[in-house]
T-cell receptor, first 115, second 118 residues
Framework: AQKVTQAQTEISVVEKEDVTLDCVYETRDTTYYLFWYKQPPSGELVFLIRRNSFDEQNEISGRYSWNFQKSTSSFNFTITASQVVDSAVYFCALRRMDSSYKLIFGSGTRLLVRP | DTGVSQDPRHKITKRGQNVTFRCDPISEHNRLYWYRQTLGQGPEFLTYFQNEAQLEKSRLLSDRFSAERPKGSFSTLEIQRTEQGDSAMYLC????????????????FGPGTRLTVL
C-alpha cells in the first residue's frame, strides 16, 4: 500500500524561527518520486520540489531545504527564518512509477507564521 | 494567464441537483487529472485523461460522477444528484507526459472549484 503521513496537523511559529515539517511515506516500490506542495489560502497547489528515490542528496533552495532519508522513509522540509508569507498548508506527496503518475498526498500541515 | 483555470471557483447547490465543473489545462499539456480535497485532508485522486482518453478512475468516483475531455483540451466533471458528502474542493491538474520526459510530469494545479451541497 502507498501512504503518506504528515503527523503534524498544525504548527505555529514566530517570524524568523526555523521550522521543520515532517513527512513519512510507505511504499513497496523501489523507484518512486516524492513531492512537496504549498497551498496558500487562495487554494491553488504550488509545486515546491520533486525528489527521485535514487537521489538522497539534501537540497537547499533559498530559505527552503529538504532532507530525504530512505532508511527512515522520511522526506522532511525545513524553512529557515520563516516569514509571514510562508503561512499556508504544506502537502507531501508520493508518486509511483506506474503509467498514471497520480499523486498520493498526506493530510497536510498547516503552518502559521506570526509576526 | 497560461496556468490551469477552473470554473466556477465556488458553487453552492441543493442536494439532489446536478452540477458541472470545467477545467482548462495548460495548452500543450496532454494529461489532465481531477482530485477531490475535503476539509483538513490532502487531495485524493479521482481520474485522469491522456488526451481525450479517460485511462483510470478511482473507486471514489461513484456512478453519479462523470468526467469528459472531448477534444483533448478542456475537461468537465459532472456530479448528478449531489449529496452533502460531495461538498469538497475539486482540483484539476495538467501535465505533459512523453518519451524522454519520464520522471518529470510535474502536475500544475488550478485554483479549484469549491462545492457546497446544502
Amino acid at each position: 500500500a502507498q501512504k503518506v503521513t504528515q503527523a503534524q496537523t498544525e504548527i505555529s511559529v514566530v517570524e524568523k524561527e526555523d521550522v521543520t515539517l515532517d513527512c513519512v511515506y510507505e511504499t513497496r516500490d523501489t523507484t518512486y518520486y516524492l513531492f512537496w506542495y504549498k497551498q496558500p489560502p487562495s487554494g491553488e497547489l504550488v509545486f515546491l520540489i520533486r525528489r527521485n528515490s535514487f537521489d538522497e542528496q539534501n537540497e537547499i533552495s533559498g530559505r527552503y531545504s529538504w532532507n530525504f532519508q530512505k532508511s527512515t522513509s522520511s522526506f522532511n522540509f525545513t524553512i529557515t527564518a520563516s516569514q509571514v508569507v510562508d503561512s499556508a498548508v504544506y502537502f507531501c506527496a508520493l508518486r509511483r512509477m506506474d503509467s498514471s503518475y497520480k499523486l498520493i498526498f498526506g493530510s497536510g500541515t498547516r503552518l502559521l507564521v506570526r509576526p | 494567464d497560461t496556468g490551469v483555470s477552473q470554473d466556477p471557483r465556488h458553487k453552492i447547490t441543493k442536494r439532489g441537483q446536478n452540477v458541472t465543473f470545467r477545467c482548462d489545462p495548460i495548452s500543450e499539456h496532454n494529461r489532465l487529472y481531477w482530485y477531490r480535497q475535503t476539509l483538513g485532508q490532502g487531495p485524493e485522486f479521482l481520474t485522469y485523461f491522456q488526451n481525450e482518453a479517460q485511462l483510470e478512475k478511482s473507486r471514489l468516483l461513484s456512478d453519479r460522477f462523470s468526467a469528459e475531455r472531448p477534444k483533448g483540451s478542456f475537461s468537465t466533471l459532472e456530479i448528478q444528484r449531489t449529496e452533502q458528502g460531495d461538498s469538497a474542493m475539486y482540483l484539476c491538474a495538467s501535465s505533459l507526459v512523453g518519451i524522454g520526459l519520464a520522471g518529470y510530469n510535474e502536475q500544475f494545479f488550478g485554483p479549484g472549484t469549491r462545492l457546497t451541497v446544502l
